[in-house]
């Protein structure tokens, strides 16, 4: 997402700071505009109640704690709640970094407790139907072009390949679509994977992905030069593939599968930790290929595969 693409508030304070996501912290134009919509969002309800615009410097713990009760009374999740105090938060941490307020009025501020979900994720034989749909899909559409019907099988090989490649290396979505050729190393298997706030990261990548990429790229006109996309949008195009490309023919797949349709492409990475860990991964090493900068981000999946180890015990212990 581009930062024309972003509307930005009026004001300079909100103005630079979105401008330094952007430019110096490389956020995803998905926290770019979290955050200029919690921004706005706040401002339009001090307005409203003030009939003035907030004066970000001289702003109260009390105007927010205020804030935090409207939103409170309003029929949305404590996650939305969160989310909106999270970009507070870090526009907060700008001002200060800037001289501009010398300390957060949000500091201390308590928040409504956020329940612990845990992630969603496919079992084993699961993950197998989902990354075999899309070739089962186009063999029952090559089955038409015998009545006429043109078929290409680029887009199909494609997308049994990126379903490969996540869930083989746990990438994000964001992640795949943005994989280039010189980030993919087929005789070592490895990938250079740019993460969130543009941390490089290597992964390793299974031989069937390997197999499926290379599938992929002899079917398509795919010239290997420096900055081309992996998966391109179309046989001949010159693009990636864009997320939401991928999210719709997941749907389709999942279908297929016989699968819960609203199932992200984010379970496959989850799945992709979750099997690890249940195949005797150890924690730290499946937080360094998920890229997550702190670990107690990855330590929610350990309740996944605690499950397995009760199941593992009361089975095998005598005085289970």
Known sequence: MSQSSISIPDDPETAAFLRHLALDRGASGYTRRNYAQALREFSGWYQGIRQAVPAWKTLSRDDFRLYLRWLGRRDISRASVQLRFSGLRTFYRFLMRQGVVDESPIRSLSMPLQPKRLPRFLTEPQAIDLLGA??????????????????????????????????????RISEVCGLRVEEVDIEERLLR???????????????????????????????RI???????????????????????????????AGLDPEITPHKLRHSFATHLLNRGADLRSVQELLGHAHLKTTEVYTHVSMDRLKKVYDSAHPRA
Not at 146 to 165: C, H, K, P, Q, T
Request: avoid cysteine.
């Open 226 to 256: 420096l900055g081309l996309p992996v998966f391109l949008a179309g046989r001949n195009g010159l693009h990636a593939v864009a997320p939401l490309t991928l999210q719709i023919r997941l749907k389709r797949y999942l279908a297929i």
């Open 134 to 171: 899309p070739l089962r899909e186009f063999q029952r559409v090559r089955e038409l072009s015998e009545n006429g019907v043109s078929v290409d099988d680029s887009d199909f090989l494609r997308d049994a390949a990126m379903l490969e490649v996540i869930y083989s290396a746990g990438l």
């Open 193 to 223: 994977v740019r993460g969130k706030g543009k941390k490089e990261r290597q992964v390793p990548l299974g031989r069937p992905a390997v197999a499926k990429l290379q599938e992929y790229w002899s079917a398509v006109v795919h010239p």
